[in-house]
């Protein structure tokens, strides 16, 4: 048998042919983009006054307390405090920006 050499190229010029990617940044899971959380946050910090209307109808007033994945706990003045189920909810809104609305002629500037 005679003598073969295998011919392989060098570590160094391999290194060289593999570009580099940056690292992908991870996406954040479907339906997670956690601006619910920062409007929580935001609205807890500067103790806005908020409304609740429930599916039902009901009203609730009041201000943000404490919040989590399935409820909200509303802090009330005159009556007590309140856990109420997301899910439940129907929509929200500032209670400042119910009297600004208030204050609105029907072209959408203000009267005040």
Do not use: C
Not at 46 to 62: A, C, F, W
Not at 93 to 112: A, H, L, P, Q, T
Request: net charge positive; proline share 6%.
């Amino acid at each position: 048998m005679s003598n073969r050499k295998l011919i392989r190229p060098s570590l160094a010029e391999l290194k060289d042919q593999v570009v580099t990617r940056p690292p992908r940044k991870k996406p954040s899971p479907h339906g997670q983009t956690n601006a619910e959380n920062f409007y929580y946050l935001k609205q807890i910090q500067n103790g806005t006054p908020m409304g609740m209307v429930l599916q039902d109808g009901e009203q609730i007033r009041g201000t943000i307390d404490w919040y989590d994945r399935n409820s909200i706990r509303v802090k009330r003045q005159s009556d007590p405090h309140v856990m109420v189920l997301k899910h439940f909810i129907k929509y929200m809104y500032k209670e400042n920006e119910d009297k600004e609305k208030e204050n609105e002629n029907e072209y959408g500037v203000s009267v005040s």
